[in-house]
């Protein structure tokens, strides 16, 4: 026998927001977020972005997430005030894009950061000795400066990230290589120029992509109602409210001391 009423879930639209700097705590969330959307069976995902970027891993494992989920669910993705960099990367992971007008977006490329901090040391009076198993054990040391062969080994390093990044959205946006490289040099745009240039099928709101995504699947937009998977905050969080900012998320110093020497695809001026 066929129930003849679809489960709650199939009626609703899932919702997922990504906001901030992108790292390994959001990944972790995401990547729980999307395997209930998954579980529940609901038939198509809002997917909010508001990010600048950050971590090429866990930007490229939202991403392959998004892909495979896309596969049983319609995915669109509505880029908020900035969605650049990273959060271009993720958005390549849904079939249709939508961006506010004004929306900043871009900044397609990779960025590596090291402090050299050798001639304050040397003003203060302190110095390293470092044994290592090779030239390179060390590389991005901050208490000297690059040698010639380690900047070509780094650059050789982001070159490589750099393909990654242009490749996928080439792939992602029916668009030639050449194309994608022609505007992926890390210069920003807004969400107008992302349409001329392909990045984004649509301007709108977020209201508007949902109502797409309603669309999409044969719901009711003006009836469809939406379902936000959010990340289940401490026991604390939720009896003082004051600490809600804490535990939503590292701060900027946090993310800049963490990821020190790490490849990004980020946005920050």
Same mark, same amino acid.
């Given at each position: 026998? *066929?129930?003849?009423?679809?489960?709650?879930?199939? %009626?609703?639209?899932?919702?997922?927001?990504?906001?901030?700097?992108?790292?390994?705590?959001?990944?972790?969330?995401?990547?729980?977020?999307?395997?209930?959307?998954?579980?529940?069976?609901?038939?198509?995902?809002?997917?909010?972005? $508001?990010?600048?970027?950050?971590?090429?891993?866990?930007?490229?494992?939202?991403? =392959?997430?998004?892909?495979? /989920?896309?596969?049983?669910?319609?995915?669109?993705?509505?880029?908020?005030?900035? =969605?650049?960099?990273?959060?271009?990367?993720?958005?390549?992971?849904?079939?249709?894009?939508?961006?506010?007008?004004?929306?900043?977006?871009?900044?397609?490329?990779?960025?590596?950061?090291?402090?050299?901090?050798?001639?304050?040391?040397? %003003?203060?009076?302190?110095?390293?000795?470092?044994? %290592? =198993?090779?030239?390179?054990? $060390?590389?991005?040391?901050?208490?000297?400066?690059?040698?010639?062969?380690?900047?070509?080994?780094?650059?050789?390093?982001? $070159?490589?990230?750099?393909?990654?990044? *242009?490749?996928?959205?080439?792939?992602?946006?029916?668009?030639?290589?050449?194309?994608?490289?022609?505007?992926? $040099?890390?210069?920003?745009?807004?969400?107008?120029?992302?349409?001329?240039?392909?990045? *984004?099928?649509?301007?709108?709101?977020?209201?508007?992509?949902?109502?797409?995504?309603?669309?999409?699947?044969? /719901?009711?937009?003006?009836?469809?109602?939406?379902?936000?998977?959010?990340?289940?905050?401490?026991?604390? =969080?939720?009896? /003082?409210?004051?600490?809600?900012?804490?535990?939503?998320?590292?701060?900027?110093?946090?993310?800049?001391?963490?990821?020190?020497?790490?490849?990004?695809?980020?946005?920050?001026?």
């Amino acid at each position: 026998m *066929v129930w003849p009423f679809k489960p709650r879930f199939r %009626k609703q639209i899932a919702r997922i927001e990504i906001t901030g700097a992108i790292a390994s705590n959001t990944r972790k969330r995401v990547l729980e977020a999307l395997e209930t959307v998954e579980e529940k069976k609901f038939p198509a995902l809002l997917l909010r972005i $508001d990010s600048p970027g950050g971590t090429v891993g866990d930007s490229q494992e939202i991403y =392959s997430a998004l892909k495979r /989920l896309g596969e049983k669910v319609k995915i669109v993705a509505s880029f908020g005030n900035i =969605s650049a960099s990273g959060g271009v990367y993720i958005g390549m992971g849904a079939e249709h894009i939508m961006a506010n007008p004004g929306t900043i977006t871009g900044s397609i490329g990779v960025i590596l950061r090291g402090n050299n901090l050798e001639r304050l040391l040397q %003003k203060i009076g302190v110095s390293f000795k470092v044994i %290592k =198993s090779g030239p390179y054990k $060390d590389i991005l040391a901050f208490d000297r400066e690059l040698t010639e062969p380690e900047q070509n080994i780094l650059q050789e390093l982001i $070159d490589t990230s750099y393909q990654q990044f *242009v490749q996928t959205v080439a792939e992602a946006r029916n668009l030639a290589v050449e194309t994608v490289r022609s505007f992926a $040099d890390g210069r920003i745009f807004t969400g107008q120029q992302a349409l001329e240039l392909g990045i *984004v099928d649509r301007l709108g709101t977020e209201e508007d992509a949902r109502r797409w995504a309603a669309e999409l699947v044969g /719901l009711d937009p003006e009836k469809t109602p939406v379902f936000t998977l959010e990340e289940r905050k401490p026991l604390l =969080s939720r009896l /003082l409210p004051g600490n809600s900012q804490a535990a939503s998320g590292i701060s900027w110093l946090e993310f800049e001391m963490s990821t020190s020497g790490l490849p990004l695809w980020l946005y920050r001026p």
